[in-house]
């Protein structure tokens, strides 16, 4: 089985595409090592719920209307540091599949159900569904991904590696165009990586 790592935050929606592209595509080929790319930490501020809900909503509108069925601004977490955690809690049981398990459900739960996942009953009901101890201490895991994310030269989230190549957001196109957000679908770019 081949590990595709990739360095994402949970609030991100391009990396919800990218992730469900890649597992659609890839299912009985891949197992995903989803590493955390905390943009809060990265960009030293907050993420800003208004401008991910506008995100959401051309997604929706230009690639993936079938996803973000119940994304929900009123519930977007303050932090990703908390799903994060359960994720890399998850990983660090050595079982692959259980951390792809939780890095997955904390998407849907996010973004297809509007839960808040940085709130503690919302965490550990995913644990406690997924077989993963609760409560979660993977603040130093957080960190280290961070850490081993910025050595690795990540630009952004999601940010794969397949083989020791990095592949920025390989499922989507995204470009600005006189100020609007223009996104498409592509192919290629997970072809290209899952051929490494």
Same mark, same amino acid.
């Given at each position: ?17 990218? *992730?469900?592209? #890649?597992?659609?595509r890839?299912?009985s ?7 955390a ?5 990265v ?6 719920? %208004?401008?991910?809900a ?5 997604l929706?509108?230009?690639v993936?209307?079938?996803l973000?069925?119940?994304?929900? =601004?009123? !519930? ?7 799903? *994060?955690? #359960? %994720?890399?809690?998850?990983?660090? =049981?050595?079982? *692959? ?11 849907? %739960? ?27 201490? %993977? ?7 961070w850490?081993?994310?910025r ?7 999601? !940010? ?25 679908? =592509?192919?290629?770019? #997970? ?6």
């Open positions: 089985m081949r590990v595709v790592e990739v360095f994402a935050d949970v609030r991100c929606p391009f990396a919800h595409v990218g *992730l469900r592209r #890649l597992v659609e890839a299912r080929e891949v197992v995903l090592r989803v590493r790319w905390p943009l809060e930490l960009n030293d501020a907050p993420l800003d719920g %208004a401008l991910i506008e995100e959401v909503d051309e929706r509108a230009q993936a209307p079938e973000f069925a119940g994304f929900d =601004t009123e !519930h977007f977490p303050a932090s990703s540091l908390p799903a *994060l955690g #359960l %994720a890399a809690a998850a990983y660090g =049981t050595g079982d *692959l599949r259980l951390g792809e398990r939780v890095s997955l459900a904390l998407r849907d %739960a996010l973004f297809e159900h509007g839960r808040d996942i940085a709130q503690p009953d919302e965490l550990r009901q995913i644990a406690e569904r997924e077989g993963v101890p609760w409560p979660v201490d %993977a603040g130093r895991a957080v960190l280290d991904d850490e081993e994310g050595r690795r030269a990540v630009i952004g989230s999601p !940010h794969f590696f397949v083989d020791g190549r990095g592949f920025f957001c390989p499922a989507l196109d995204i470009r600005r165009r006189d100020g609007h957000l223009v996104i498409s679908a =592509t192919h290629a770019g #997970l072809e290209e990586m899952l051929g490494v």
